[in-house]
């Protein structure tokens, strides 16, 4: 069955020219124009993604995210114009899975969409289940608890976090994991896998602020520690 993508944008043109070019790729498409609206689409049509713009009126992307991930881990990828770090950085910390510039390619987008959607499906990890200390990974169930209760990650939070426990000890650089998570290097990847990472520890440290898990190796990347 053909996966349901929701495009949001206020401007009709684009709408139409992404459901047109992701139709003829084989998706199914709904759209919605602003932020407000997609919440009440999103709920009818249980997207299996969100291709979402920022700047809307009514409700913007950011607004949008922030409701919308109090309800469902749906992935999200950020069409924006604003070529602000800061802007990507914030899309990443509200739940953001990826993000593409505007003007892109469509060849590109939908590489990105279809990326996005295999890490999301468990496509590309081993079907097994990890346990370190209190974190238990299970690939089968897409799920993570830690202490048994259940935490709600992003596509790419859980990818990341499933590299990093694959081979505790190890250290991977920001470049190394950018890649297992999207294939490809683009721009910003220290900020993206950064926030990825504050993001992480933010849901699975006993004290975010004093890592016990996801440990920081100034110069070169992160690694997953046993506690």
């Known amino acids: 069955m053909a996966e349901t993508i929701l495009v949001v944008d206020d401007k009709a043109n684009m709408r139409t020219l992404l459901r047109d070019y992701l139709v003829e790729q084989g998706f199914q498409v709904v759209t919605a124009e602003d932020g407000r609206n997609a919440l009440f689409v999103a709920r009818e049509a249980q997207p299996d993604l969100v291709l979402l713009d920022i700047m809307m009126p009514e409700m ?3 607004t949008f995210m922030r409701h919308f991930r109090k309800e469902s881990g749906t992935p999200i990828i950020l069409l924006t114009a604003k070529l602000e770090e800061n802007d990507k950085v914030l899309g990443l910390e509200l739940g953001a899975d990826d993000y593409v510039t505007k003007p892109f390619g469509m060849r590109e987008l939908v590489a990105r969409i279809r990326a996005v959607l295999r890490r999301a499906s468990g496509e590309v990890q081993p079907r097994t289940a990890i346990q370190i200390g209190e974190v238990r990974l299970d690939h089968d169930a ?7 209760e259940v935490v709600s990650l992003t596509p790419s939070e859980f990818d990341l976090l499933a590299t990093l426990m694959s081979t505790p000890g190890h250290v991977y650089s920001r470049i190394e994991l950018l890649e ?3 294939g490809t290097v683009i721009d910003g990847a220290e900020k993206t896998i950064n926030v990825h990472i504050h993001n992480l520890r933010n849901k699975i440290e006993p004290d975010p602020a004093n ?3 996801i440990e920081t190796v100034f110069g070169i990347g992160y690694r997953f520690c046993r506690p």
């Open 142 to 148: 897409r799920e993570v608890r830690v202490g048994g």
């Open 211 to 213: 890592p016990t898990y």
């Open 180 to 182: 297992r998570l999207q």
């Open 60 to 62: 913007d992307g950011y």
